[in-house]
């Protein structure tokens, strides 16, 4: 829910919590109005415009049994023979029971054919933010180069968010949890629901460009642009630029590391903006030392 | 290498090798033109327009030592400000050792910074196709309807490719072996080398649609545009229309399952087609039954 | 309607006729197959691969009094909000009268809301062709380097195509008449008709590249892609090149004039390929010597 | 400039200027940071969210001898293969001279072969805003359904532009002039200038949508989206809803109209949305009635 700003200093571990994209709370009770509502912003000390933030997420738990999600999958993402046909269900309930000590969701009221349809919880979080700066405010269903609703379901427990800072004290928000998501949130909502998040933030040197992230298995460059084909080049470029940089390779030599070993991520294209992501194992860079 | 045709009966299992993207063969030799030349055509006796075509692929291995790529990655990957001032090296060599034993590739003539530099193998076939139909003729680089170039990594030793037959005999082709390949094969040229293969072909009841595919793992649906947004619709569609046949789903139920559960592979964005594949877990969809 | 080959040498004048694109002629009478069935091939004596091939359209007329149209827009000009909730009426009929005498075009049995409706003929053919090259065959439907269903609307009488040869004798074929078009050809099928055709074919020297024509007016240059951002990047970089070869402009140069003058057309977003014309127009270019 | 708030009344007719976008006014003086410098906010009394704008521009005229422009096009209208060769003067001077006496610009310091070069003045605002809402601020940069950096060469003296109210009193923005522009201002800046500006606004019922515009010739319906297939994509539903809703058509009565008299301009695709305009002749619009 939004906070007054809470001001904190680089190395603090913060544990808060996030409410739904509704603004639903941990037990379903409202606590502000809808459209993504980010906890934060938390103020980090010292930090100044053209730093980068680094928020290693030591927590993204489920801290609720319930979510709800869209019913339809969004006309960008399927052919107008398919549009024109289908029949959808007004009354058809996507509301989602979380059974957290198996580790599956599940339709509450499920339809016929779903009865035992079973998804695993993998928690992440669609929104981790700072102030995109230029004295610029978007909806917090935005996304960019400052992060925002990137809703990649590689931001999950263990990960670490890279974002350059815009504005002294950087300003981070977070928020708008999902049980799980499949590529894309082709339903536009995925698993919506509340989260129990711990953080640790830290700046850091580095190489800014758009967003990325960091597990213990990947090197993951965001693209953030305006089509699929756009945000692949800056996915692409992001990730050539970092290991160019970070290990000195020429053109040519990340072309061969990128052309072998690369994998793409299309983390959401139902968002004003779409998000690919470029990644490359651990493994493979552990040979380019 | 192109053959003459050879007539096969359905359930019949084939022992047969491809050549190189540049027609050379396991003893390296060069045995035709360039430009992925095909083995086949596979006379399928019995099989008519209409008929949907398995083929299995039993085999997929490696038959030599080395493999040649690309070692720029193409245009439409990158942004503009990257293109314009990267510097290639045009002697750098991208020649490639396959350690078969040991099953990584490495450069055989590596450049300072990729001296450890290793990939795992991962053979894989870039064309599997049957006459296009119509009449049509296109180059061994095309891909569509018919398969063709697809180009997609998930073409692996163990999958089964499902394309609908256009010709009586269908006229089955395979050709263009990659040791391995990173997503979106974004050097042109993945790491082409010759393969032996092994494949049954079957004769099955089915709907068409694009070309389909399935693993242990995963049933992945292929779709093949001019684009990334337009194959990405086409891969989405044909995933959901094969949920909603092959497991009797409404839309808001298919809906469902590809929101929560559905991933994307970016298999090819070099060719004259985009091919884009939108996948399922067999893991989820053994929930739906 | 398809003809056996014709020889002609350069510089001949040829008088003819086109089919519609559903096989029917001047007098409605079936003669061919539908698919925009092309008159030709004629084969050019002397004319080799790498010729640049000058068509000059000395009349494009119409010849009967009736044409045929799609009556929805393709889903790919349209929202997919506005795909779902269209209400379209199967008997719609989308039947035309062509009003050669005043210049105009009616429905032949119009709707309430249409009863005055009129639009202006301004008769075109939608394919130009030479042979694709390389064994290749493709449907008439299809575009490419080779020219093909362009479905351009400036290619009325008095223009010039120019077209690259790929194979001996260059193998020219001419269908696909509207009475009018709109921009992208909206409807799938335009104003199908007849026509009587005349055109002078020459073999010129000059720069290749894709698809070229040339009226009284403008300089136009072609892009013929699998999208419309790739479509756009092609025409303009083919209008670029022709600045650049033609005046002797530096890149810079090519920049302010095409920044300052060029125009765009969206010929067609319906067929295999998308195609986007770049034009610039000839009082500007009079100011270039 | 910025100035303080305006309050003005339905009805009213406001003179005033607009400074270049590097925020130069018409005796070349630095008035303002660059970047787009709007005039306004102009409060417009007792309007309100879901009002319909109509500012009519009955001067859009230069007021000084002199422009700038960009001297390369943007990477996203070159193909890659362009890009990589280009060699550019980074000493080439885009200052142009204005003409006004006889309605042409030229360079100011021509480089060899721009020596005669000449384009029409053609004067167009760039910039025509109301507020965003929603909280909402963008950089002038920006454009979306609130209108904003639109750069629309057909945005001249004589047109009307129809915004649909987000916040009370409008707040309406103009700006961003140029002395004339090719369709997409592929330099990024067009020939830019300041402008002497008389409007009269309106407040009027009418259907909302997006961005839309009326001359003497056209109604012209402005889709603004992440990417040129998109932004097609919603200008053409907008102008079949527009007919739609004035003309009382049916689906496929609109089709007719848009398939056989719609013509595109791609207004621009350098801003952080492409904009594209579909628009169709009031002699056709007069044949509905």
Not at 76 to 101: C, H, P, Q, T, V
Not at 134 to 144: D, I, N, T, V
Request: charged fraction near 20%; charge should be negative.
């Amino acid at each position: 829910m939004i906070q007054p700003v809470l001001h904190i200093n680089p190395g603090d571990t913060i544990r808060t919590t996030t409410v739904d994209a509704g603004g639903r709370d941990a037990s379903n009770t409202r606590r502000s109005n809808g459209g993504n509502p980010e906890t934060g912003p938390f103020y980090i000390e010292g930090t100044m415009p053209g730093d980068l933030l680094a928020i290693k997420f030591n927590r993204i738990r489920l801290n609720r049994d319930s979510a709800e999600s869209g019913d339809r999958v969004v006309g960008s993402a399927l052919n107008s023979g398919y549009i024109e046909n289908a029949k959808y269900d007004d009354k058809f309930s996507s509301e989602w029971k979380l059974d957290r000590a198996n580790g599956f969701a599940m339709l509450a009221k499920p339809s016929e054919h779903l009865k035992n349809f079973r998804v695993k919880l993998q928690p992440m979080l669609g929104c981790v933010a700072v102030s995109p700066g230029e004295k610029q405010s978007f909806q917090a269903g935005w996304l960019g180069s400052w992060g925002g609703n990137m809703d990649y379901n590689g931001i999950r427990e263990g990960v670490t968010v890279y974002l350059t800072v815009n504005q002294p004290g950087a300003l981070l928000f977070v928020g708008d949890g999902h049980a799980t998501q499949g590529d894309g949130e082709l339903t536009g909502d995925a698993l919506e629901t509340s989260m129990d998040v711990e953080f640790t933030v830290n700046v850091i040197q580095g190489e800014g460009g758009g967003p990325r992230a960091e597990n213990d298995e990947y090197i993951m460059a965001m693209g953030i642009a305006g089509s699929l084909p756009d945000a692949l080049r800056q996915a692409t470029t992001g990730l050539a630029r970092w290991l160019e940089h970070d290990y000195h390779l020429t053109p040519n030599e990340s072309a061969i590391v990128l052309g072998s070993s690369m994998r793409y991520d299309v983390a959401e294209i139902v968002d004003p903006q779409v998000n690919v992501v470029a990644k490359v194992s651990k493994a493979v860079l552990a040979t380019l030392k």
